[in-house]
């Protein structure tokens, strides 16, 4: 379910490189989804490479590696559906990517990675869509063959339920979405039973 892209300088990584690192990075993809290593998780599980021009990447308003780590520079987006995380989650994902990237590029030297950025872009409930028809995070853990039932689902219901207290309380229309199906139609049972 999540998707990783990745831009870096035109010039800083050859195919091979690409290959290797693609395949680290998908493995933490698969790690991130809780190690859903089936071919619906890796269905899922998309790395996209962006090369940036020199003259279009400034940092500290030069072009040159001026203000660059050691490690160069990287710029790197992982979607990911909204509430699947709790902040420990995240950073280890920032971690990981840190460190698959370091590993293959050879600077295996952490306090030079500060211009490796991570950024995790978190899509809302209801907004993520496959094969022309939204898709829940319910749907896609079922794809990947992670528990809805786990330890690990459950915060992430915790987190809906808590939402759709929120929106219930401040009026929003039930059909307005953004959270879990499976918390939307609970509330609405739970309303009519009150109503």
Known sequence: MPVLNISYPVGRLDAKTKSALAGKLTDVLIRMEGGANTPGGRGFAAVLFQGISEDDWWVGGKTDDTFVSPS???LVRVTIPEGYMNAAHKTEVHAWVTDAILEVTGSADHSGSNSIQVILDEVPEGNWGAGGRTISLESIA????MSISGSRFAWVRSYF????MQLKLFGYPDDMGGVLPSVAAKSRKSEHAVG
């Open 161 to 164: 339920e808590a939402k759709a």
């Open 72 to 74: 160069g520079k990287f």
């Open 142 to 145: 079922g794809t990947v063959g």
